[in-house]
């Protein structure tokens, strides 16, 4: 018997039953042995458009039934090295952004006080920046993977500093992340002005819009990206509104002309290897997605963040 916890198989207990964890892993009351913890942080009170990311984590999970083990693509079986669970979701105050955003920083806090890498579902964008400041004081100011249809480096939005378009501009300002390590992949759409995407280009942010990535592989980028980054501690954040609507429709700001889902793939396969020290994925809104194919694909793309993860064997 595998000294490290497996999902349960779809063939000792059929995949519509059994518990309601990220792939029926085993849930967590302590962080003891872990290497990797899942999380859920269903929080939508920062965004600006159409709500419903706080159903998030809990759709995710409920997709990630269909998840086996081990994946035929890249050989990777992150269940065979690494011990790995579900630890629940972090208790927001449902009424109040700012307190929602201490308590992450806090709880991100605790965690990383353990030798474990987090991986969270989201959740809007917003929670990317006190998972950051948590990141950071333990790491230092870390490269950044930015997988997204938009920069979010506003300044405010109706007057708040912190929300999901400001993220990343906070996290530059607070020296979070290291500009020149900052990858935003996939951005695209229309904008207030032309600086929306030009003014991070001069902090040092290195911006791949999603028009001048249609009809290519993402490997060869990926691979530059893997090769800049080296062994700097990295952060990755997935936006799923990186990806076309025809692909994930269910989010909460979609844009046209996205990403697709292998070359989602291909991006996040070429990172194995690095040194990732946390990664999330945000934005998932079920409620526009009645056919769950977007928590689907979201749950299947944590599934290979994971699996590029230090310390993942191969088969």
């Known amino acids: 018997m595998s000294e490290f916890n497996q999902p349960i198989s779809g063939n000792d207990l059929a995949r519509f039953s059994g518990p309601n964890t990220f792939m029926r892993l085993p849930q967590a009351a302590s962080l003891d042995g872990l290497d990797v913890a899942v999380l859920g942080i269903p929080m939508d009170i920062g965004t600006s458009w159409r709500s419903g990311t706080r159903f998030g984590p809990k759709q995710i999970r409920a997709e990630s039934a269909m998840i086996r083990p081990y994946n035929m693509a890249t050989g990777a079986a992150p269940f065979d090295s690494l011990q790995i669970a579900d630890i629940g ?71 708040e500093r912190e929300t999901h378009g400001t993220v990343f501009r906070r996290a530059y300002e607070e020296g979070l992340i290291q500009p020149d390590r900052t990858y935003q992949i996939g951005i ?32 060869p980028l990926g691979a530059e990206i893997r090769r800049e980054i080296g062994d700097r501690p990295v952060y990755v954040t997935y936006d799923i509104d990186s990806l076309d609507p025809a692909y994930a429709p269910g989010t909460g700001t979609p844009e046209i002309g996205g990403l697709t889902t292998p070359q989602a793939l291909e991006l996040i396969h070429a990172l194995r290897g690095a040194n990732i020290v946390g990664c999330d994925l945000v934005e998932v809104s079920p409620p526009y997605d009645p056919s769950g194919n977007t928590a689907l694909t979201a749950s299947n793309l944590l599934y290979e963040l994971i699996c590029v993860l230090p310390g993942v064997a191969a088969r």
């Open 89 to 159: 979701d972090l208790a927001i105050n449902t009424f109040s952004l700012a307190d929602s955003l201490r308590i992450i920083r806090d709880s991100y806090a605790g965690i990383l006080t353990n030798d474990v890498i987090p991986v969270a579902m989201g959740g809007d964008h917003s929670i990317t920046l006190p998972i950051l400041r948590a990141i950071a004081a333990k790491h230092g100011p870390v490269a950044l993977v930015h997988v997204d249809a938009h920069a979010d480096v506003n300044d405010d939005m109706f007057g």
């Open 188 to 219: 695209r759409g229309t904008g207030y002005a032309a600086t929306d995407f030009t003014e991070a280009q001069g902090w040092g942010f290195r911006q791949f819009p999603a028009w001048d990535l249609w009809h290519k592989s993402l490997a």
